[in-house]
C-alpha cells in the first residue's frame, strides 16, 4: 500500500510540473498568467512559513517583515547601486539570514503565545522603519522602476512569461527544499520539537538549535520570495510588510495544509485564485474566507492536501471495522 501511494504522489507531482511548464502556452489572457506568477511568488514564502510552524510547531507572525527586507534590499541595490539582480537577490537572502538568526536569537527565548506577540511586534517595527524612512525607501511613496533581472546568456526576463518560468524555477526548488529538510534528520528534530519540547530534550534534540535552525530558514524562504516580488513587478511599497500579509499567508497555509510539502503551494494557489476572482467583493471576503476556513479545520485540519490521506484514513477504519464480521460468521457456522 505504502508503495502504491508513493507512486500515486510522484505521478501527481509530475503531472502538477507538466501542468505548471505548459500554462503559459495555453493561457489565453496575460491577467492569468500574472496571477498565477504572483501565487507562485507568494507559496514560496509560505513554504518558508511552513518550516517555522508547520515543521517546529512555532507560529511567527512577523514573516511580511522579513519579506519586505528582502523584497527592499533587491530594489534598492538594484535601483540606485546599479547592482545586478542576481548578486542583488544573493545580499536579500544573506541579509534576512542575518536579521532571522539575530531575531530568532532573541525571540525564541520566549514560547507560544508570547513567541507569536513578539514576533508580530518585529513585524511591525519593520514595517514602520521601511514605511517612516523616506530617505531610504521612499516611505509611502515607494519605489518604482525597479529594473528587471539580469539575462542570463542567451535567456531575458523582461517579459511576462520567462518571469513566470523564472519563478516557477525558484518555487521548484522551494518545493525540493521543504522535501529534502521533511525527510532528513533535521526535519525530524524540527518534528520531534512540535510534537513535545520536553520529550525531544530528553532523547538528545537539540531544541533551541532546531527551533533557531528553522526560524532563520523560514526567514532566508521569505527574503528570497521578496526579492522575486521587487524583480517582478517593478515597484514597491511599505504595504508588503504589513501584518496582513502575514495573515494571508498564513491563511494559504492553514488551507492548504500545515506540515505538508505540498500544503503552500496548493493554498497559495487556490486562494490566491479565490482573491482575484473575488476582487468585486474585497470588502466581503473575509465573511466567505471566515467559514469555509472554520469548516475546513473542523472536519478537514491537514488542509487540502492532507484530505486524500484523510478519505482514505476513514476508509481503512470502515473496512477495519466490517472485517472481522465474516470470520465471526464462519467461527459460529464452524
Given at each position: 500500500?505504502?508503495?502504491?501511494?508513493?507512486?500515486?504522489?510522484r505521478?501527481?507531482?509530475?503531472?502538477?510540473?507538466?501542468?505548471?511548464?505548459?500554462?503559459p502556452?495555453?493561457?489565453?489572457?496575460?491577467?492569468?498568467?500574472?496571477?498565477?506568477?504572483?501565487?507562485?511568488?507568494?507559496?514560496?514564502g509560505?513554504?518558508?512559513?511552513?518550516?517555522?510552524?508547520?515543521?517546529?510547531?512555532q507560529?511567527?507572525?512577523?514573516?511580511?517583515?522579513?519579506?519586505?527586507?528582502?523584497?527592499y534590499?533587491?530594489?534598492?541595490?538594484?535601483?540606485?547601486?546599479?547592482?545586478?539582480?542576481?548578486?542583488a537577490?544573493?545580499?536579500?537572502?544573506?541579509?534576512?539570514?542575518?536579521?532571522?538568526?539575530?531575531?530568532?536569537?532573541?525571540?525564541?527565548?520566549?514560547?507560544?503565545?508570547?513567541?507569536?506577540?513578539?514576533?508580530?511586534?518585529?513585524?511591525v517595527?519593520?514595517?514602520l522603519?521601511?514605511?517612516?524612512?523616506?530617505?531610504?525607501?521612499?516611505?509611502?511613496?515607494?519605489?518604482?522602476?525597479?529594473?528587471?533581472?539580469?539575462?542570463?546568456?542567451?535567456?531575458?526576463?523582461?517579459?511576462?512569461?520567462?518571469?513566470?518560468?523564472?519563478?516557477l524555477?525558484?518555487?521548484?526548488?522551494?518545493?525540493?527544499?521543504?522535501?529534502?529538510?521533511?525527510?532528513?534528520?533535521?526535519?525530524?528534530?524540527?518534528?520531534?520539537?512540535?510534537?513535545?519540547?520536553?520529550?525531544?530534550?530528553?532523547?538528545?534534540?537539540?531544541?533551541?538549535?532546531?527551533?533557531?535552525?528553522?526560524?532563520?530558514?523560514?526567514?532566508?524562504?521569505?527574503?528570497?520570495?521578496?526579492?522575486?516580488?521587487?524583480?517582478?513587478?517593478?515597484?514597491?511599497?511599505?504595504?508588503?510588510?504589513?501584518?496582513?500579509?502575514?495573515?494571508?499567508?498564513?491563511?494559504?497555509?492553514?488551507?492548504?495544509?500545515?506540515?505538508?510539502?505540498?500544503?503552500?503551494?496548493?493554498?497559495?494557489?487556490?486562494?490566491?485564485?479565490?482573491?482575484?476572482?473575488?476582487q468585486?467583493?474585497?470588502?466581503?471576503?473575509m465573511?466567505?474566507?471566515?467559514?469555509?476556513?472554520?469548516i475546513?479545520?473542523?472536519?478537514?485540519?491537514?488542509?487540502?492536501?492532507?484530505?486524500?490521506?484523510?478519505?482514505?484514513?476513514?476508509?481503512?477504519?470502515?473496512?477495519?471495522?466490517?472485517?472481522?464480521?465474516?470470520?465471526?460468521?464462519?467461527r459460529?457456522?464452524?
Amino acid at each position: 500500500m505504502g508503495h502504491v501511494t508513493r507512486r500515486v504522489r510522484r505521478a501527481a507531482w509530475v503531472v502538477c510540473a507538466l501542468v505548471a511548464i505548459l500554462v503559459p502556452l495555453v493561457t489565453p489572457n496575460p491577467y492569468y498568467l500574472q496571477v498565477l506568477t504572483l501565487a507562485c511568488i507568494w507559496a514560496i514564502g509560505v513554504y518558508g512559513l511552513n518550516i517555522v510552524l508547520g515543521f517546529t510547531g512555532q507560529l511567527s507572525l512577523g514573516h511580511a517583515g522579513f519579506f519586505g527586507i528582502g523584497a527592499y534590499t533587491v530594489a534598492l541595490l538594484t535601483l540606485r547601486l546599479g547592482v545586478s539582480f542576481w548578486l542583488a537577490l544573493l545580499a536579500a537572502a544573506v541579509l534576512t539570514l542575518v536579521a532571522g538568526y539575530l531575531v530568532g536569537w532573541v525571540c525564541l527565548r520566549s514560547k507560544g503565545h508570547y513567541f507569536a506577540i513578539f514576533t508580530m511586534a518585529v513585524g511591525v517595527i519593520l514595517n514602520l522603519v521601511i514605511d517612516k524612512w523616506d530617505g531610504l525607501t521612499n516611505g509611502q511613496v515607494g519605489l518604482v522602476n525597479i529594473p528587471d533581472p539580469n539575462p542570463i546568456g542567451p535567456l531575458t526576463f523582461d517579459s511576462a512569461v520567462s518571469k513566470y518560468y523564472l519563478v516557477l524555477v525558484f518555487l521548484a526548488g522551494a518545493v525540493y527544499a521543504s522535501w529534502a529538510i521533511l525527510r532528513s534528520p533535521v526535519g525530524r528534530a524540527m518534528t520531534a520539537v512540535r510534537q513535545s519540547e520536553d520529550l525531544a530534550a530528553a532523547v538528545g534534540v537539540p531544541v533551541m538549535r532546531t527551533k533557531r535552525l528553522a526560524f532563520v530558514l523560514s526567514t532566508v524562504f521569505a527574503g528570497v520570495a521578496g526579492g522575486l516580488f521587487a524583480g517582478y513587478l517593478g515597484y514597491l511599497g511599505p504595504d508588503v510588510t504589513g501584518v496582513d500579509i502575514t495573515f494571508d499567508m498564513l491563511l494559504y497555509l492553514l488551507v492548504g495544509g500545515i506540515g505538508t510539502v505540498p500544503g503552500p503551494l496548493v493554498g497559495s494557489l487556490l486562494v490566491g485564485a479565490l482573491t482575484q476572482w473575488l476582487q468585486a467583493f474585497q470588502q466581503y471576503q473575509m465573511l466567505i474566507f471566515g467559514p469555509l476556513l472554520v469548516i475546513l479545520i473542523r472536519f478537514f485540519p491537514g488542509g487540502l492536501a492532507g484530505l486524500p490521506g484523510a478519505i482514505l484514513a476513514r476508509r481503512g477504519r470502515r473496512v477495519r471495522v466490517a472485517g472481522p464480521a465474516p470470520t465471526e460468521a464462519l467461527r459460529k457456522e464452524a
